[in-house]
């Protein structure tokens, strides 16, 4: 048997403990403190959404596998990612069923948090309860025994950030695992109209499923026409297809019965309310429809101004040791392929995105920082007004904040968006807003093309472009949302209401930040890396062969050899000029040149197009491999951004200007040149319908913008 095998059997041994609760209850926190650095990433079975496995060790117990549960509100599942969190809960859909399940209530609102609870109970699940915030909660905290007590269920309080009741927890855990309570607990009882509906919901679920009242529950209010649920059979729903005023009656019967419970037993244990007063006096500055939106913008200044200035010094040592490293390699090994290959195309490829790798992880690490403290949630509150202008859902802002990192996690968290139609909108133009990935595009142009002045002898202009183009992608998305959901039939649709809960400000835990910028800098190296080592080795290959032009139109060894040693650099120039152009890759460039001149590009800037289509930073890992193969002896140790300041057109003029560098910035904030978005659209939309349409509809507008900028700019004589 295989060492993977063998240890697959082996966890698939060890009990299983779900984490589970609302959002922002300190469940990441908890997770951290129960698992250490021993969790792993990976997806649900079948299933793109990050999943989180770790390992605890229980005293009495043993090691047991910790899972990581995305927050949710409910049970009542009507989207995708509610049904995740049901069947990882229940262990449907091939999952191991739990074998204790640990709740997080904020002890801050309890009794609202205390939902769940019930609702696990009803399933019968084994619950323990991790009473969290009870430091921001203080006296308003409830005793954690005469909790339990009421709950039925033992409840720990537990401050995991600081260690607190950790301990009391694994100790708790281990008796449940010990002695795992199966009983479907009901803290409210169904009338005679809605058991008659339990009975026969209960005759008709699948034979994988609980046979219990919650699951024939669940099915009468989550299972409905329009609802985005899969697996469920067309006999259920034919059962549970119910008038919308049945189907509200059963809703309030739930809720309300289990908030009765509620009120009457839990809420008598809060003999204080706690004190937001506070989070009121700030929320009436950050949250104000004006104030707060200039807060806002000068925070996003602030944060990306900080990202170009502070990681430019970090940008040219990189620049500088890859240019060494290259040009060492070259001298140990003079005219070798192998010494070519690897310098133009591993480290000229790599290492030309791998330099902006601190940019990335500045803006992974402040937006963490701005999540965690409770701001983030205030600034989707802040823009509902605006995006409803635009007919965007309120909760479609944290995704398309989420593009600015990435697209491809960003499509994915729509899922937390209701309806269909408002996730397809939100995935029509979260492209649009500025990812991570055009940042070493941005930093390449801007730092190559535009002179670092200051604005009024103050304001850096090369800072005030980077938020420029930011700006200037979030303005495009809002726009296109407006336009898009007038002019598609499929998009065309009332828009609901936001609701949102605003969690307090907290300070912004440092360990689970980093463990997230840890997380999301991985993926987005070792993704980003196979992708770049691919491309720039066929690009590299596309570059340097065929290695002597087909048609020369001279003899460059004979001419280079009978002039004089001063002049041999300039027709060494001219003769590897020819033979990039008769390369493969310049043949591509060459047929797209007609289609992108009017754009101001050339043909190497249509090579460098080309592999942006693999993912946007490659077209950095391209420009490095395309002006690293230039065999001027003074020019190896240049940087791409001088290269880039020196190249010349055939009569003499600079290739690259400003007005070329503000064409490209705009077609490169346009495009959707990356095909693992397209996939995730794919994907998440289940039709390859609207990856095309997106691909199309973005391409024919970044050339249409970057055209009317550079043909306007030529006629203003810029």
Same mark, same amino acid.
């Given at each position: ?16 403990? !779900?984490?589970?609760?609302? #959002? ?61 969190? @049901?069947? $990882? ?8 069923? #739990? ?41 308003? &905290? ?17 401050? !995991? ?41 209960? %005759?008709?679920? *699948?034979?994988?499923?609980? !046979? ?20 469920i059979p067309a006999a259920l729903r034919q059962v549970v297809h119910l008038p919308s005023e049945a189907r509200k009656h059963i809703d309030d019967e739930a809720i309300l019965g289990r908030y009765a419970f509620m009120d009457a037993t839990l809420a008598p244990l809060g003999h204080h309310q706690p004190d937001q ?45 890859? &240019? ?18 690897? $310098? ?6 790599? /290492? $030309?995105? !791998? ?61 937390? +968006? ?21 940042? #070493?595009?941005?930093?390449? +142009?801007?730092?190559? @093309? ?12 090369? /800072? ?10 979030? %303005?495009?998305?809002?726009?296109? %949302? ?5 002019? @598609? #039939? ?94 493969? $890759? ?37 420009? /490095? ?10 020019q190896t140790s240049l940087t791409l951004r001088e290269k880039l300041r020196q190249e010349k057109r055939p009569d003499g003029t600079p290739l690259y200007t400003p007005l070329v560098g503000l064409s490209l910035l705009l077609f490169f904030a346009l495009a959707c040149q990356c095909t693992s978005t397209l996939a ?5 939309? /289940?039709?390859?319908?609207? *990856? ?9 507008? &970044? ?16």
């Amino acid at each position: 048997m295989s060492e993977r095998s063998t240890q697959s059997k082996s966890e698939s041994s060890r009990p299983l403990v !779900a984490l589970a609760g609302h #959002p922002n209850t300190g469940k990441t926190t908890l997770f951290n403190a129960l698992t250490g650095s021993r969790a792993r990433v990976g997806n649900y079975p079948g299933i793109t959404v990050e999943r989180r496995v770790g390992e605890a060790n229980l005293e009495g117990v043993g090691p047991v596998d910790v899972v990581d549960i995305p927050g949710t509100y409910s049970l009542v599942a009507r989207t995708g990612e509610e049904q995740i969190a @049901l069947d $990882a809960m229940l262990g449907l859909v091939g999952q191991r069923r #739990p074998d204790a399940v640990v709740i997080c209530v904020d002890a801050t609102q309890f009794v609202r948090s205390s939902h769940l609870v019930l609702q696990a109970q009803e399933f019968g699940l084994p619950v323990l309860v991790a009473l969290t915030m009870t430091d921001e909660a203080k006296q308003a &905290a409830p005793d954690p025994v005469e909790m339990g007590r009421r709950l039925q269920c033992e409840v720990v309080s537990v401050l !995991a950030a600081q260690g607190r009741g950790v301990a009391e927890l694994n100790a708790a855990l281990a008796r449940r695992l010990r002695n795992p309570d199966r009983r479907e607990i009901w803290h409210w009882q169904p009338t005679a109209w809605l058991r008659k509906l339990l009975d026969q919901t209960r %005759a008709a679920l *699948p034979a994988e499923w609980p !046979a219990c009242d919650a699951m024939a529950l669940w099915a009468l209010m989550s299972v409905e026409t329009g609802d985005e649920l899969h697996g469920i059979p067309a006999a259920l729903r034919q059962v549970v297809h119910l008038p919308s005023e049945a189907r509200k009656h059963i809703d309030d019967e739930a809720i309300l019965g289990r908030y009765a419970f509620m009120d009457a037993t839990l809420a008598p244990l809060g003999h204080h309310q706690p004190d937001q007063s506070l989070t009121e006096r700030v929320d009436r500055i950050l949250i104000h429809p004006w104030l707060g939106l200039l807060i806002f913008l000068l925070l996003m200044f602030a944060l990306f101004e900080g990202l170009f200035a502070g990681a430019n010094p970090v940008i040219h040592l990189i620049e500088k040791l890859v &240019a060494m490293a290259g040009d060492g390699l070259k001298h140990a090994l003079p005219g070798s392929i192998l010494a070519h290959f690897v $310098a133009d195309g591993l480290l000229a490829g790599v /290492g $030309a995105v !791998a330099m902006f790798l601190p940019q990335i992880l500045a803006l992974f690490f402040f937006l963490g920082l701005l999540e965690d403290s409770g701001y983030l949630a205030r600034v989707a509150f802040l823009m509902d007004r605006p995006m409803r202008a635009m007919h965007l859902h309120g909760r479609a802002f944290i995704p398309l904040l989420a593009g600015f990192a990435c697209a491809v996690p960003a499509i994915l968290s729509t899922r937390t +968006i209701e309806r269909r139609r408002d996730r397809v909108l939100a995935m029509m133009v979260i492209p649009l807003t500025t990812c991570s990935a055009r940042l #070493p595009v941005y930093t390449l +142009i801007i730092g190559s @093309l535009f002179p670092a002045r200051r604005l009024g002898g103050v304001l850096p202009t090369q /800072g005030l472009l980077v938020v420029f183009m930011y700006a200037f992608g979030m %303005a495009t998305a809002l726009l296109a %949302a407006l336009i898009l959901s007038r002019a @598609l #039939p499929p998009l065309r649709s009332r828009r609901l209401p936001l609701v949102l809960e605003l969690p307090p400000y907290r300070r912004p835990r440092l360990r689970d930040v980093l463990g997230m910028v840890w997380d999301r800098s991985r993926r987005f190296v070792t993704d980003a890396g196979t992708l770049i080592v691919i491309c720039s080795v066929l690009l590299w290959g596309l570059l340097d062969f065929p290695r002597e032009p087909a048609r020369p139109s001279r003899d460059w060894k004979a001419t280079i050899a009978q002039v004089e040693v001063t002049a041999r650099p300039q027709l060494e120039r001219a003769a590897e000029a020819e033979r990039m152009q008769q390369s493969y $890759a310049g043949r591509i460039g060459k047929l797209m040149e007609p289609a992108i001149a009017p754009l101001g590009f050339d043909w190497k800037i249509g090579i460098g197009l080309v592999g942006a289509f693999a993912a946007r930073e490659v077209f950095v890992a391209t420009m /490095g491999v395309v002006y690293g193969l230039e065999p001027d002896a003074a020019q190896t140790s240049l940087t791409l951004r001088e290269k880039l300041r020196q190249e010349k057109r055939p009569d003499g003029t600079p290739l690259y200007t400003p007005l070329v560098g503000l064409s490209l910035l705009l077609f490169f904030a346009l495009a959707c040149q990356c095909t693992s978005t397209l996939a995730a659209v794919r994907r998440e939309t /289940g039709s390859l319908r609207w *990856p095309l349409f997106l691909f199309a509809y973005t391409s024919a507008l &970044a050339w249409l913008v970057s055209f009317a900028v550079y043909q306007t700019g030529r006629v203003l004589g810029l």
